[in-house]
């Protein structure tokens, strides 16, 4: 798989359930208080920024839409994030998020808006250098309709969203963890 992933440039990171530990299926993060990022994900983070990578992190925060969270919830989130993710040297290029409901938009993963909109801000960045890290059967599924090389997050199997297992073969890789995944790319 290493050759798969030797001309990546770009990432595209999944929130929930690969940077934080994913909330029970029907709960959303609304506050800082709340979001606990998983081990090693500041040290993946950084080593890909290491190397040159941008990274795009691509959300759907469907809690807007329901009335759980408002947009400067998730931006004060985010912001939250990009600070603590200074702390270790780290960084994210971009922050991208859909707060629609489902069948309202064109940018809810697995719909290609989101990313579209990436590839129109950062020109440079191009399907043959991109890779999406996601956890679920929506973040494989946009890959895929892009042609995006992509790894899923094995994640905690208690928390994984239906549909998990369809994902498995839409992947060009399958990894415990964020850092497994990075590494996998850095290799």
């Not at 709340?34 to 920024?49: M, R």
Request: some cysteine.
């Amino acid at each position: 798989m290493a050759t798969r992933f030797q001309d990546i440039r770009n990432v595209f990171l999944d929130r929930d359930g690969v940077i934080n530990r994913k909330p029970a299926e029907g709960e959303y993060i609304s506050d800082w208080r709340d979001f606990h990022p998983l081990p090693g994900v500041e040290e993946a983070i950084a080593a890909l920024n290491r190397a040159g990578i941008r990274v795009i992190l691509v959300s759907n925060q469907r809690g807007i839409a329901l009335g759980r969270a408002t947009r400067n919830d998730i931006e004060s989130i985010h912001n939250c994030l990009q600070q603590h993710l200074a702390g270790a040297g780290a960084h994210i290029d971009a922050f991208y998020y859909c707060p629609h409901d489902r069948n309202e938009c064109d940018c809810r993963k697995p719909k290609t808006g989101l990313f579209e909109q990436a590839f129109r801000d950062f020109p440079d960045a191009n399907r043959s250098t991109s890779l999406v890290i996601g956890d679920s059967l929506s973040d494989l599924q946009v890959a895929h309709t892009l042609g995006l090389s992509s790894i899923l997050i094995e994640g905690d199997p208690a928390s994984r969203k239906p549909g998990w297992e369809q994902a498995v073969p839409l992947a060009d890789a399958v990894a415990p963890s964020l850092s497994d995944a990075v590494n996998r790319i850095l290799a």
